[in-house]
């Protein structure tokens, strides 16, 4: 964990970037492991401009052709370079996509990209969305500011997973 | 003298308490004290626990495990009813997992804003709005307790009771009541271990998000631009007042929103709002989660949400005096 932390710091030599590649394309945990943190943590902050999902897509086509990937990719080194470069600039969620999208694009046929920015894939995106998505995320927002979370931490958030979605009065 | 002192707030039933002494009231001083016991013991010591969660009619039991040590604090929640939820925070990542959907959703806190952080300005303001008694002390999931009573002096807030377990401070069990004393949403314990035996382990997510089953959403803040969006609440109701305003956007869409917090110290409210054509779909009126009330209202192209917990009288009033006074 420690070696891919510090390839997503852009801390690694070529070689020694191109050895976590491979670790990352042999370990499906690792690889869980590094898109959840790239998602969740500090990184992503803030950077909201990516379409949403792109990445899963992108990971279900690698499921999908484990053939395809088992080659040591031929990458040019400095992608690596600038992917790690991109990471270390604090806008991960974008590195994510852009070193996904770097890393497959020898074998993700283009028309995959293509259509995931179409405005057709943006409307099944929205579709799949819970009717409340908003206030559920609003809910969540919300919980920090609420005296009670300082009182009981994350006890209180109760309140925004119980039941379904929000009930109409 | 006492008796018809404590018959005026029954007699109206609204717990218009003003002026009147009710039995043991407390000094701001020592209210503030045991709050912020509550809180500290809340954020240092290690837990473990089944508690209880009511609000109207429905009752949701959870587990909860608490972790501290000198890298920070650790937490988990899981519903043991129900759709299958599970909550972790880390530090100030919190992440909602919803299994039954596979989505998670990921909010970091804004700052670390350690109880009372909300109460030091406003302590003043507690007890104008609210008055604060020491309540009886109870047996709790096999724990003493000591109970703290806040009663709100108007209808614009719910009243509290707290029990904190007796030693730690650790609340043991919290209640929210209307002004026609009817429980809103109650918390406690029915079982819990304090200190020993509490692990790291204990608090770390039971499976891993894997793609593309899951989805992942954020609603992420940006604090840089906490600049006055424009939008300004006239007519809040007395004792609250704004505490952050923050620009916010969601995964994927670049389209901020705007999200100001209120608060009296006990309660917050929080207003949303975002432009109609973020939207997929509005839901006009009242509505709630938990205890928490939720009002939408449609301001020309912009869509306003109003939500805390707090009477619904309250939420609406809020919602209904947001207006734009331009930049």
């Known amino acids: 964990m420690e070696r891919i932390s510090a390839f997503m710091d852009g801390e690694l030599e070529d070689h020694d970037a191109a050895a976590q590649v491979r670790r990352l394309k042999e370990d499906p945990e690792l690889r869980a492991a590094w898109e959840t943190y790239h998602l969740v943590g500090d990184a992503l902050r803030g950077e909201a401009g990516y379409p949403s999902g792109l990445a899963a897509r992108i990971s279900a086509k690698l499921a999908a052709e484990p053939t395809v990937l088992a080659p040591i990719p031929r990458m040019p080194s400095r992608n690596v370079r600038r992917v790690a470069l991109s990471a270390a600039a604090s806008i991960g969620g974008v590195a994510l996509v852009a070193w996904l999208a770097l890393f497959d694009n020898p074998f993700l046929p283009q028309q995959n990209l293509v259509v995931n920015q179409a405005p057709v894939g943006a409307q099944t995106q929205m579709a799949a969305t819970p009717a409340n998505g908003s206030v559920n995320d609003y809910l969540l927002a919300h919980q920090q500011f609420s005296p009670s979370t300082a009182m009981q931490g994350v006890a209180s958030y109760v309140r925004t997973v119980s039941g379904q979605n929000p009930e109409q009065r | ?327």
């Open chain 2, 1 to 327: 003298m006492a008796r018809p002192a404590l018959l005026f707030p029954a007699l109206f039933g609204l717990g218009f308490g003003a002026g009147v002494a009710l039995a043991d009231p407390l000094q701001e001083s020592e209210a503030l004290a045991m709050l912020q016991k509550i809180a500290d013991a809340a954020r240092q010591l290690n837990y473990a626990g089944t508690f209880v969660y009511q609000h109207g009619d429905q009752v949701q039991t959870s587990r909860i495990v608490h972790f501290a040590d000198a890298s920070g604090e650790y937490e988990k929640l899981e519903t043991l009813d129900g759709p299958r939820r599970e909550i972790i925070r880390n530090n100030d990542e919190v992440m909602c997992y919803y299994l039954d959907a596979k989505i998670m959703r990921s909010e970091k806190r804004v700052a670390r804003r350690s109880f009372p952080a909300l109460l030091p300005d406003q302590l003043s303001a507690l007890t104008t709005y609210y008055q604060i008694r020491k309540g009886d002390s109870e047996r709790i999931a096999g724990f003493d307790s000591q109970a703290l009573v806040l009663e709100p002096r108007d209808g614009m807030r719910y009243g509290h009771k707290f029990w904190a377990e007796a030693n730690s401070g650790l609340l043991l069990k919290a209640r929210m009541v209307n002004e026609r004393h009817n429980v809103v949403e109650q918390f406690s314990f029915t079982q819990l271990a304090i200190g020993s035996g509490i692990s790291r382990e204990m608090v770390k997510p039971s499976f891993s998000v894997s793609f593309p089953e899951w989805r992942v959403d954020r609603f992420a803040h940006n604090l840089t631009s906490n600049v006055e969006s424009g939008w300004a609440v006239k007519n809040f109701p007395a004792g609250f007042r704004k505490i952050m305003e923050m620009r916010r956007s969601k995964l994927g869409n670049s389209i901020p929103v705007t999200h100001m917090v209120y608060s009296d110290g006990l309660a917050a409210v929080s207003v949303f709002i975002e432009p109609m054509a973020n939207r997929s779909r509005i839901n006009e009126g009242l509505s709630h989660q938990g205890a928490i009330n939720i009002y939408t209202r449609t301001i020309n192209d912009q869509v306003v949400t109003v939500l805390g917990e707090a009477p619904a009288t309250t939420v609406m009033q809020i919602a209904n005096s947001v207006s734009f006074h331009g930049k």
